[in-house]
């Protein structure tokens, strides 16, 4: 959403931009990390950091700073009050009754895209063993490359071809496993083939040893608002099965959740 110069509070603004410095990659930052990832002055980050440890967000040990439970306040509020993650969720749990397997809904934000629920009862196993798998960092809130994982690649399917070309101008695709798309040009068909089959399956692109299969969700307008997908491991479950045995139960559960979108 696009506001007026006025009213935007630049503070808050850096304040957000220090909060999300924080990642899987770095999970402790100093002034000068955070300043370079957050692209404000050493000076400035710093005061931001003090001011975010103060309120409770940050807990440090003088030089360092690292995110606080409290964080969770904001992803718990969001998952107990929004209304997509609710209007899923009976959705996926039946689904991994039936298949067995763990499902997640995904939205698209920027580069990234973020599980907002997941089928309930899922177990960790590793890639090469029995049972359902959990892919590592497949978590509530997590974040994923969209150009490496199923859902990324169907959510930007869905874009406008002007869309999707303004996503991928100067994008550089980081290599996640030595299968992973990097090339443009063939990044683009991969798209462009999500499309035309309206699914994709993304194999040991993100994670080796998993694969992972993903539809649309979309609306009575039908405006794709999520993307609904399912992992197995490679020992467990190739992706011709995937195709021919979980792909019908979730173009149907795509259509039953249509009027709840």
């Not at 690292?66 to 997509?84: C, D, M, N, P, T």
Request: glycine content about 6%.
């Amino acid at each position: 959403m696009a506001i007026a110069k006025a009213d935007l509070i630049e503070g808050m603004a850096k304040g957000m931009a220090v909060l999300e410095s924080f990642d899987t990659e770095r999970q402790r930052l100093n002034a000068t990390l955070t300043a370079e990832r957050a692209g404000l002055t050493r000076a400035c980050a710093r005061r931001h950091l003090l001011t975010l440890a103060h309120l409770g967000y940050l807990e440090t040990d003088g030089s360092y700073f690292w995110l606080s439970s409290k964080v969770l306040r904001f992803s718990g509020s969001y998952l107990a009050s929004a209304r997509l993650p609710r209007a899923l969720q009976p959705t996926l749990n039946r689904l991994a009754v039936q298949a067995q397997e763990s499902f997640s809904a995904v939205v698209l934000d920027a580069d990234e895209v973020v599980i907002v629920a997941r089928s309930g009862n899922d177990r960790n196993t590793s890639s090469t063993g029995g049972g359902r798998v959990i892919a590592y960092g497949l978590h509530l809130g997590a974040r994923l490359p969209a150009h490496a994982t199923s859902t990324g690649r169907v959510l930007l399917a869905a874009k406008t071809k002007a869309a999707f070309a303004q996503w991928m101008k100067g994008r550089l695709l980081h290599r996640m496993t030595p299968l992973t798309t990097v090339d443009a040009k063939s990044f683009r068909a991969i798209i462009q083939q999500a499309r035309q089959d309206d699914f994709c399956i993304a194999s040991e692109e993100h994670e080796l040893g998993v694969h992972a299969l993903a539809v649309p969700l979309r609306n009575t307008k039908g405006v794709t608002v999520a993307a609904l997908n399912a992992v197995a491991s490679h020992s467990r479950l190739s992706t011709q099965a995937m195709q021919r045995d979980l792909l019908p139960l979730m173009f149907e559960a795509a259509r039953e959740l249509r009027p709840l979108l």
